[in-house]
């Protein structure tokens, strides 16, 4: 059995990621293409004990190389233990996050060395790499704007930060052929449709043409790649 397929959805806080990955799950369901979805920090009983501090411990002072070995610990696990036996079983793994949000958070936003970052990066990863990252894209403040205000820890960062995290992503896409950037302001249904118009173009082996993604519908969203 050959690997299966890893895609990952990025963007700043609001962009639309966990809608979307929800959405695009039931069309690999309807498309009856067996796939895990998991999402980051989390998706482990450590990552899930991670998730908790990182996110629920607004009364904590963490340090971001603190916050860096939080995150790759909780990765460690996920690879291991979800990510990389899906992947052998011949599965998509859909995750929500991965290691570009390490380079866009801690690097970008917090200022730590993207060389070391990216080294960190390998360790936890082992060197399990996704096959596309899809990156939602819109203004740090239509995001925070979108999520209400107030929330978790990190949502409780000022603007700038959010801004940084939003170049850096956008740097990082720059001239990579493995991350697409797609609009995330257009309606759900619009950047769904987008998203599938990517996957199937890129993996036209996977997503069939003529499915769901082949159909006619409002105009996409720029897509850029
Ligand atoms: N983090 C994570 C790091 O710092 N480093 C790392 O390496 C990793 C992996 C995770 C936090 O951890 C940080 C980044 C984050 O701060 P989280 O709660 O999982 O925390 O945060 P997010 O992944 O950003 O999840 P969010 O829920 O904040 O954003 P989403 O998933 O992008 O957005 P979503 O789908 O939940 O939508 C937000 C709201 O917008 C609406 C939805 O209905 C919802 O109300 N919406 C739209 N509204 C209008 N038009 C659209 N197209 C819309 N799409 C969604």
Do not use: C
């Not at 205000?149 to 939003?166: A, C, K, N, S």
């Not at 052929?177 to 082996?205: N, P, T």
Request: net charge neutral; aromatic share 6%; glycine share 14%.
């Amino acid at each position: 059995m050959g690997r299966g397929l890893f895609v990952v959805l990025e963007g700043v806080e609001g962009a639309g990621k966990t809608t979307q990955a929800r959405s695009l799950s039931e069309w690999f369901g309807r498309l009856g293409l067996p796939h895990v979805l998991v999402r980051e920090p989390g998706g482990t009983p450590v990552g899930e004990a991670v998730r908790n501090l990182f996110l629920e411990r607004g009364d904590w002072q963490i340090p971001p190389e603190t916050e860096l070995f939080l995150i790759l610990a909780a990765r460690g696990a996920l690879v291991r233990q979800v990510i990389g036996p899906a992947l052998a079983r011949g599965e998509i793994v859909l995750a929500d996050r991965f290691d570009l949000s390490t380079l866009a958070y801690q690097g970008f936003g917090r200022g730590l060395d993207l060389e070391e970052v990216s080294r960190a990066n390998r360790l936890a990863t082992g060197g399990v790499r996704p096959d596309l990252y899809l990156l939602l894209d819109l203004p740090a403040e239509e995001g925070l704007r979108r999520k209400g205000g107030g929330g978790d820890r990190m949502e409780r960062e000022e603007l700038e930060f959010f801004r940084r995290v939003r170049q850096g992503y956008l740097q990082l896409a720059e001239g990579s052929d493995s991350v697409v950037v797609i609009r995330g302001e257009g309606g759900v249904a619009q950047v769904q449709q987008a998203l599938q118009r990517a996957l199937s173009s890129r993996f036209a082996h996977v997503f069939v043409p003529g499915g769901p993604a082949g159909s006619s519908g409002p105009p996409l969203p720029e897509e850029r790649s």
